[in-house]
């Protein structure tokens, strides 16, 4: 029968592989305890071992006989022994109240250090020859030893197993806000493809309601292979700038239908950081609004432009158009955060980045809005640089388009939005 010493802190495994009893949270411990059984005889064996050869060591150094080491033998394997037993009952003590597990663990301790200075004494009593009386002080004199050994063997126990809990629940909490954290991203995510979807459904509408329907199922045809192009993502999960940037251009295709030459877009990716990885759909928000507020809201349009570099330790990606900039209703849309503005609107754009790269990355990340009084409307973010996978990157990076202007298709006038 094993008798680990830190078994009722390892977590049960179900067939299968999952790990039960904490929540499905696989734990990491410290490699050397990872395997909790082995752990424990390492230990014995090194500390009794170490007790035999310290005492070994003494009495060669009282110059005692060879045949005396025997007894040092026969009190390193009672110890051993009896410390194993010991095991057992702090294992049954150490998760009960504190006055159960304190008040019996004294009394368990104390029968032991009897035990095993009784098993002494009688073994060095039979060695010497001693008397009856001779033995209850020899008794007495081991007891003290033998209190200090399985004493503080009793702490040591105690201690890793109490140090083992307590790293156990820290990574418990580590890994429950890991996950608060991941579901929180996936919201977030999750509300932009409702909120894209809306706006292009309403203009598809629309263009049923001119019976232009070319453009309307080439809108829907567009729009299915652009949602198609999202599910590959996790919802939580990150891209590399090129992905990101493929996923814009098929935004883009959509929205050109709709505003034809008065969109304009302008991209400059550097290619070290078309490898860098960004949350999923984190810049398509900022093209949205750029096209809401930029390009719908002036009769010529607006250029929209997107960059992105790597600064030192940082990825800095820049959004901007050349639209009214912070003027009229887009002041209120951004700056006012009032209950009665925000039924007017989803409140997605903007407010969803600020949430998500907070999410993400806590402070480590800046969010800066610029707007010139001349107008235009600028969006900068800088994160901490994470290289993508070297597989997908190369792929697409070719895909990259050029620093120039995408070609447009002329198709119809501009169609409102209700966002």
């Known amino acids: 029968m094993a008798l680990p010493l830190f078994d009722r802190l390892a977590p049960t495994t179900k067939p ?62 009672t110890g051993f022994s009896i410390s ?21 663990t004294a009394i368990a301790l104390g029968l032991a250090v009897v035990v095993s200075a009784i098993v002494n004494a009688w073994t060095i009593s039979l060695y010497q020859g001693s008397s009856e009386a001779n033995f209850t002080s020899l008794v007495l004199g081991i007891f003290y030893l033998d209190m200090t050994v399985l004493g503080a063997w009793s702490g040591l126990y105690y201690a890793i197993n109490f140090f083992l809990q307590v790293e156990a629940q820290a990574d418990r909490l580590e890994r ?70 493929e996923t814009l251009q098929l935004y883009l295709e959509i929205e050109r239908m709709r505003f034809e030459e008065r969109l304009r877009t302008e991209f400059h990716i550097d290619p ?29 349009g607006a250029r929209i432009s997107l960059s992105a570099q790597v600064l030192g330790n940082n990825l800095r990606v820049i959004v901007s158009d050349t639209g009214p900039g912070l003027q009229g209703s887009r002041r209120n849309d951004i700056i006012d955060r009032s209950p009665a503005r925000q039924t007017t609107s989803t409140g997605v754009g903007l407010a969803n980045i600020r949430d998500r790269l907070a999410q993400a990355y806590g402070e480590d990340h800046r969010l ?38 995408v070609p447009e298709e002329p198709r119809q006038t501009a169609i409102g939005t209700d966002l």
């Not at 990491?28 to 071992?49: I, Y």
């Not at 950081?273 to 809401?292: G, T």
């Not at 107008?375 to 620093?403: C, M, N, S």
């Open 16 to 77: 299968g592989g999952t790990q039960a009893g904490i929540g499905m949270l696989p734990l990491k411990p410290t490699p050397f305890f990872a395997d909790k059984n082995r752990a424990f005889w390492r230990l014995q064996v090194l500390g009794w071992g170490g007790a035999a050869l310290l005492r070994s060591a003494n009495a060669l150094a009282n110059e005692r006989p060879l045949d005396f080491l025997v007894l040092v033998l026969i009190a390193t394997v």
């Open 272 to 300: 070290q950081a078309a490898r860098a990885c960004v949350p999923s759909m984190l810049l398509q928000p900022l093209i949205e609004n750029a096209i809401k507020y930029g390009v719908s809201a002036q009769e010529e």
């Open 368 to 405: 800066e809005i610029r707007s010139p009084p001349d107008g235009g409307f600028t969006v900068v973010i800088e994160i901490p640089y994470e290289r993508g996978e070297p597989d997908q990157e190369e792929i697409r990076r070719e895909k990259l388009p050029a620093a120039s202007t």
């Open 84 to 104: 194993l037993i010991l095991s057992v009952v702090y294992g049954h003590l150490i998760n009960r109240r504190p006055l159960i597990t304190w008040g019996f």
């Open 176 to 245: 429950l806000e890991t996950q608060a954290t991941s579901a929180q991203l996936a919201m977030l995510r999750y509300q932009l493809n409702p909120h894209f979807l809306f706006n292009t459904l309403n203009s598809i509408s629309t263009l049923v309601l001119l019976k232009q329907t070319e453009p309307a199922n080439a809108m829907l045809t567009r729009l299915s292979s652009f949602l198609r192009h999202t599910l590959v993502t996790q919802p939580g999960g990150k891209v590399t700038v090129a992905q990101e940037v």
